[in-house]
């Protein structure tokens, strides 16, 4: 159970273009999803926590407008990286946890992660 | 802030065992560890929500020392399999809403 599917697993495109990932959860609610980013040989880099139906929350130093959070269901959050740039290119992860479940107490359920590559 | 684990790196041979640390400058209320592969998603190994607390499963535990702020996991006769990176991640003192920081990773190579 708790299984996350993250779509695409890979996507390349050239400079300017905005792109979207999707976050779904397919046997579990999740009120509250992450988006990571990594970079090579480094740590999970927390960008934002998506809540459903709520506006995102945003970690000091990433740009809203750049990435921009909507989960509008309690099954599905997506990230959309406006106007993509070469810098923009990342291992983009998401994670959810189960709702109605104390949100301290049980594991982020992760997604396989998506690999952008801006050219 | 992030919690700083130690090492950063370390090579075993098959059978050897092997601690990596986590320490943090804050109050925690929990530690969840994770192991990553390359190119793959962080699989989830344990949790710990109590001072003091231990766990674990077939070969690999780990503590919570809430007065310390820190956590050990222990990995012990290890196999090829544990390979990979393994980042500890910590919540929060007043539970932020189930928001983990992560460490920097410690990446375990294991040889035949």
């Known amino acids: 159970g708790a299984v996350v599917s993250q779509h695409p697993s890979r996507v390349i495109c050239k400079s300017g273009t905005s792109v979207k990932i999707e976050c779904r959860s397919l046997?579990?609610?999740?009120?509250?999803m992450f988006w990571y980013r990594q970079f090579p040989k480094k740590s999970l880099m927390l960008m934002a926590t998506?809540?459903?139906?709520?506006?995102?929350?945003?970690e000091q130093g990433v740009e809203k407008d750049k990435f921009l959070i909507n989960h509008a269901s309690l099954t599905l959050s997506t990230l959309t990286v406006t106007s993509a740039h070469p810098e923009d290119s990342s291992f983009y992860i998401c994670?959810?946890?189960?709702?109605?479940?104390?949100?301290?107490?049980?594991?982020?359920?992760f997604g396989d992660g998506t690999r952008l590559s801006i050219l | 802030q992030q919690p700083v684990q130690s090492p950063q790196a370390v090579i075993l041979r098959e059978g050897e065992d092997a601690v990596i640390n986590c320490s943090s400058s804050k109050a925690l209320y929990s530690v969840h560890w994770y192991r990553q592969k390359h190119g793959e998603a962080p699989v989830f190994l344990m949790i710990l929500l109590k001072g003091g607390e231990q766990k674990g499963h077939d070969k690999i535990s780990a503590s919570f020392n809430e007065k310390k702020q820190q956590s050990s996991l222990y990995l012990t006769a290890s196999q090829l399999s544990y390979s990979g990176t393994y980042f500890c991640?910590?919540?929060?003192?007043?539970?932020?809403?189930?928001?983990?920081?992560f460490g920097q990773g410690t990446e375990l190579s294991v040889k035949p």
């Open positions: 994670s959810a946890l189960v709702s109605h479940r104390a949100l301290g107490d049980q594991p982020q359920h």
């Open positions: 991640g910590t919540g929060g003192r007043y539970n932020q809403g189930g928001k983990l920081i």
């Open positions: 998506s809540n459903e139906g709520s506006k995102a929350t945003y």
């Open positions: 046997d579990f609610q999740a009120t509250t």
